[in-house]
């Protein structure tokens, strides 16, 4: 069964950092383009970053650039999300998902396996 879970939500103060985990069972990530999206409640999906399967292209959104960092250990089968400096807005669920598209960051149409998520919330 191809599966992807995320790990590694809490909840954290302003200004902190949390460190997301993506884990694939089932299937190998290094053929694929991963990305996080996240959600927060009354509101649509938004992409936060992605990164193509060489590691060679990465993408993120304006809303988290210069405070998260994507990253990938194909070896170890895991994708990471390290997000920063922290900010109440970035309160959501976070969700990875892969993409058979490996090459490029694609749309959210171009992703085929999503994990459950995993809740971040940010407050004082």
């Known amino acids: 069964q191809l599966q992807l879970v995320e790990s590694g939500g809490g909840l954290v103060q302003p200004g902190g950092s949390l460190r997301l985990s993506c884990a694939a069972s089932?299937?190998?990530?290094?053929?694929?383009?991963i990305g996080w999206f996240r959600q927060a409640p009354g509101k649509e999906y938004e992409r936060v970053s992605c990164?193509?399967?060489?590691?060679?292209?990465?993408y993120y959104a304006d809303s988290v650039k210069g405070r998260f960092t994507i990253s990938r250990d194909n070896f170890k089968n895991m994708v990471y999300l390290q997000m920063n400096s922290l900010k109440p807005e970035d309160t959501a669920v976070y969700y990875c998902?892969?993409?058979?598209?490996?090459?490029?960051?694609?749309?959210?149409?171009?992703?085929?396996?999503w994990g459950q998520g995993t809740q971040v919330t940010v407050s004082s």
């Open positions: 998902a892969a993409s058979s598209v490996p090459t490029m960051c694609g749309s959210i149409r171009s992703y085929d396996y």
């Open positions: 089932g299937f190998t990530l290094d053929y694929y383009a």
């Open positions: 990164i193509t399967r060489s590691g060679g292209i990465t």
